[in-house]
Protein backbone atom coordinates (compact mmCIF):
# COMPACT_ATOMS: atom_id res chain seq x y z
CA UNK A 1 0.00 0.00 0.00
CA UNK A 2 1.09 3.57 -1.46
CA UNK A 3 -0.24 6.83 0.53
CA UNK A 4 -0.33 9.80 -1.15
CA UNK A 5 0.32 11.79 1.64
CA UNK A 6 0.27 11.88 5.78
CA UNK A 7 -3.23 13.39 5.35
CA UNK A 8 -4.57 10.54 3.46
CA UNK A 9 -3.22 7.80 5.43
CA UNK A 10 -4.40 9.61 8.73
CA UNK A 11 -8.26 9.10 6.72
CA UNK A 12 -7.40 5.39 5.66
CA UNK A 13 -5.92 4.84 9.62
CA UNK A 14 -9.39 6.52 11.07
CA UNK A 15 -11.41 3.88 9.12
CA UNK A 16 -9.83 1.29 11.35
CA UNK A 17 -10.58 2.98 14.36
CA UNK A 18 -14.26 3.83 13.52
CA UNK A 19 -15.01 1.93 17.14
CA UNK A 20 -13.52 4.35 18.63
CA UNK A 21 -15.74 6.87 17.33
CA UNK A 22 -17.00 9.97 19.73
CA UNK A 23 -15.65 7.60 22.85
CA UNK A 24 -15.54 8.83 26.13
CA UNK A 25 -12.28 9.58 28.36
CA UNK A 26 -10.58 8.43 24.79
CA UNK A 27 -7.81 10.95 23.01
CA UNK A 28 -5.73 10.91 20.45
CA UNK A 29 -1.53 11.34 21.11
CA UNK A 30 0.82 12.21 18.22
CA UNK A 31 4.25 12.16 17.58
CA UNK A 32 5.63 15.47 15.97
CA UNK A 33 6.13 16.29 13.59
CA UNK A 34 5.01 13.99 10.92
CA UNK A 35 2.55 11.99 13.25
CA UNK A 36 0.54 15.38 13.84
CA UNK A 37 -0.60 15.29 10.28
CA UNK A 38 -1.79 11.83 10.67
CA UNK A 39 -3.38 12.61 14.23
CA UNK A 40 -5.12 15.51 13.24
CA UNK A 41 -7.32 13.14 10.69
CA UNK A 42 -8.22 10.79 12.80
CA UNK A 43 -9.03 12.87 15.01
CA UNK A 44 -10.93 14.98 13.35
CA UNK A 45 -12.91 12.11 11.81
CA UNK A 46 -13.51 10.00 15.32
CA UNK A 47 -14.62 13.42 17.02
CA UNK A 48 -11.42 12.87 19.74
CA UNK A 49 -9.29 15.79 21.08
CA UNK A 50 -5.91 15.46 19.36
CA UNK A 51 -2.72 16.46 21.76
CA UNK A 52 1.21 15.43 21.39
CA UNK A 53 3.64 14.04 23.68
CA UNK A 54 7.49 14.06 22.32
CA UNK A 55 9.94 11.39 22.77
CA UNK A 56 13.15 11.92 20.59
CA UNK A 57 15.33 9.41 18.69
CA UNK A 58 18.83 8.42 19.55
CA UNK A 59 21.37 8.58 16.50
CA UNK A 60 23.98 6.20 16.15
CA UNK A 61 27.56 8.50 16.25
CA UNK A 62 28.45 9.58 12.27
CA UNK A 63 25.35 8.18 11.32
CA UNK A 64 22.20 10.47 13.63
CA UNK A 65 19.79 8.52 11.11
CA UNK A 66 20.26 5.25 12.22
CA UNK A 67 18.10 5.15 15.53
CA UNK A 68 20.17 3.51 18.62
CA UNK A 69 17.55 4.41 21.24
CA UNK A 70 14.90 7.33 22.29
CA UNK A 71 14.26 9.35 25.28
CA UNK A 72 10.90 10.46 26.66
CA UNK A 73 9.97 13.83 27.48
CA UNK A 74 11.81 13.46 30.95
CA UNK A 75 15.06 12.06 29.80
CA UNK A 76 14.10 8.16 30.57
CA UNK A 77 16.35 6.38 28.03
CA UNK A 78 15.22 3.39 25.65
CA UNK A 79 18.41 1.15 23.93
CA UNK A 80 18.25 -0.79 21.13
CA UNK A 81 19.60 -4.37 22.67
CA UNK A 82 21.69 -5.14 19.83
CA UNK A 83 23.15 -1.67 20.02
CA UNK A 84 27.34 -2.27 21.73
CA UNK A 85 30.22 -0.37 21.82
CA UNK A 86 28.45 3.22 22.33
CA UNK A 87 30.25 5.03 25.00
CA UNK A 88 28.22 6.42 27.93
CA UNK A 89 29.46 9.86 27.52
CA UNK A 90 28.08 10.03 24.24
CA UNK A 91 24.54 8.42 25.52
CA UNK A 92 24.14 11.16 27.91
CA UNK A 93 25.39 13.59 25.90
CA UNK A 94 22.63 12.76 23.66
CA UNK A 95 20.24 12.15 25.57
CA UNK A 96 20.83 15.77 27.41
CA UNK A 97 20.94 17.28 23.82
CA UNK A 98 17.08 15.81 22.86
CA UNK A 99 15.66 16.18 26.24
CA UNK A 100 16.08 20.27 25.77
CA UNK A 101 14.91 19.64 22.46
CA UNK A 102 12.18 17.88 23.43
CA UNK A 103 11.25 20.33 25.97
CA UNK A 104 11.68 22.97 23.31
CA UNK A 105 9.34 21.50 20.74
CA UNK A 106 6.52 20.86 23.74
CA UNK A 107 6.83 24.68 24.60
CA UNK A 108 6.20 25.84 21.30
CA UNK A 109 3.77 23.37 19.89
CA UNK A 110 1.64 23.18 22.97
CA UNK A 111 1.37 27.02 23.61
CA UNK A 112 -0.65 28.23 26.88
CA UNK A 113 -2.73 24.63 26.80
CA UNK A 114 -2.99 23.41 30.39
CA UNK A 115 -0.76 20.18 31.06
CA UNK A 116 -1.74 17.15 29.60
CA UNK A 117 -3.71 14.80 31.57
CA UNK A 118 -4.18 11.14 30.70
CA UNK A 119 -5.19 9.89 34.19
CA UNK A 120 -7.49 6.76 33.32
CA UNK A 121 -8.24 7.76 29.85
CA UNK A 122 -8.20 5.36 26.64
CA UNK A 123 -4.83 7.05 24.77
CA UNK A 124 -4.63 6.71 20.93
CA UNK A 125 -0.86 6.51 20.16
CA UNK A 126 -0.39 7.58 16.48
CA UNK A 127 2.62 8.78 14.38
CA UNK A 128 3.41 8.53 10.32
CA UNK A 129 4.51 4.91 10.41
CA UNK A 130 7.52 2.65 12.88
CA UNK A 131 10.92 1.61 11.62
CA UNK A 132 12.41 0.40 14.49
CA UNK A 133 9.87 0.68 17.01
CA UNK A 134 12.25 3.11 19.77
CA UNK A 135 10.51 6.33 19.86
CA UNK A 136 7.29 4.70 19.57
CA UNK A 137 8.12 2.88 22.89
CA UNK A 138 9.76 6.05 24.47
CA UNK A 139 5.99 7.65 23.68
CA UNK A 140 4.30 4.54 25.57
CA UNK A 141 6.91 4.75 28.81
CA UNK A 142 5.45 8.36 28.74
CA UNK A 143 1.74 8.15 28.48
CA UNK A 144 2.10 5.17 30.94
CA UNK A 145 3.55 7.56 33.66
CA UNK A 146 0.66 9.65 32.81
CA UNK A 147 -1.36 6.70 34.45
CA UNK A 148 -3.26 6.27 30.97
CA UNK A 149 -5.52 3.02 31.48
CA UNK A 150 -5.58 1.55 28.29
CA UNK A 151 -2.86 2.65 25.18
CA UNK A 152 -3.66 1.61 21.41
CA UNK A 153 -0.90 2.30 19.28
CA UNK A 154 -1.66 3.23 15.47
CA UNK A 155 0.17 3.73 12.80
CA UNK A 156 -0.59 3.26 9.16
CA UNK A 157 2.91 1.19 8.04
CA UNK A 158 4.95 -0.73 10.10
CA UNK A 159 7.98 -3.65 9.68
CA UNK A 160 6.35 -6.80 11.52
CA UNK A 161 8.95 -6.67 14.45
CA UNK A 162 8.27 -3.62 15.29
CA UNK A 163 4.42 -4.93 15.55
CA UNK A 164 6.19 -7.51 18.05
CA UNK A 165 8.12 -5.57 19.98
CA UNK A 166 4.56 -2.43 20.43
CA UNK A 167 2.29 -5.40 21.74
CA UNK A 168 4.77 -6.45 24.40
CA UNK A 169 3.87 -2.73 25.72
CA UNK A 170 0.31 -1.52 24.50
CA UNK A 171 -2.85 -2.53 24.86
CA UNK A 172 -3.28 -3.02 21.37
CA UNK A 173 -1.55 -1.57 18.14
CA UNK A 174 -3.82 -0.96 14.70
CA UNK A 175 -2.03 -0.52 11.64
CA UNK A 176 -2.83 -1.18 7.54
CA UNK A 177 0.65 -3.01 6.28
CA UNK A 178 3.40 -4.79 7.62
CA UNK A 179 5.40 -5.70 4.56
CA UNK A 180 8.03 -8.84 5.14
CA UNK A 181 9.96 -6.19 2.91
CA UNK A 182 10.52 -2.80 4.39
CA UNK A 183 13.18 0.24 3.92
CA UNK A 184 12.14 2.91 5.60
CA UNK A 185 8.92 4.73 6.30
CA UNK A 186 9.10 7.26 3.63
CA UNK A 187 8.98 4.64 0.92
CA UNK A 188 5.31 3.99 1.61
CA UNK A 189 4.50 7.57 0.39
CA UNK A 190 4.09 9.62 -2.71
CA UNK A 191 4.71 12.57 -1.11
CA UNK A 192 7.05 12.79 2.37
CA UNK A 193 8.30 15.81 2.92
CA UNK A 194 9.42 17.33 6.35
CA UNK A 195 6.45 18.57 8.15
CA UNK A 196 7.45 21.91 9.73
CA UNK A 197 6.66 23.56 12.90
CA UNK A 198 4.52 26.04 11.37
CA UNK A 199 2.03 22.91 10.26
CA UNK A 200 2.01 21.35 13.71
CA UNK A 201 0.85 24.30 16.09
CA UNK A 202 -1.78 25.07 13.38
CA UNK A 203 -3.03 21.30 13.19
CA UNK A 204 -2.82 21.78 17.07
CA UNK A 205 -4.91 24.77 16.57
CA UNK A 206 -7.73 23.77 14.31
CA UNK A 207 -8.33 20.72 16.51
CA UNK A 208 -9.39 22.81 19.88
CA UNK A 209 -12.15 24.37 17.36
Not at 137 to 152: G, P
Not at 154 to 162: F, G, K, L, N, Y
Not at 175 to 185: H, I, K, N, S
Request: aromatic content about 6%.
Amino acid sequence: MIFQNRAEAGQKLAEKLGKYAESENTMIIALPRGGVVVGYEVARALNLPLDIVVPRKIGAPGNPEFSIGAITETGEMILNEEVFGISEDYLKNEAEKEKREAGRRLKLYRGDRPPLDLKNKTVIIVDDGLATGLTMRAAIASVKKMKAKKIIVAVPITPPEAVELIKKEADEIIYLEAPLLFGAVGAFYKEFGQTTDEEVIELLKKSEK
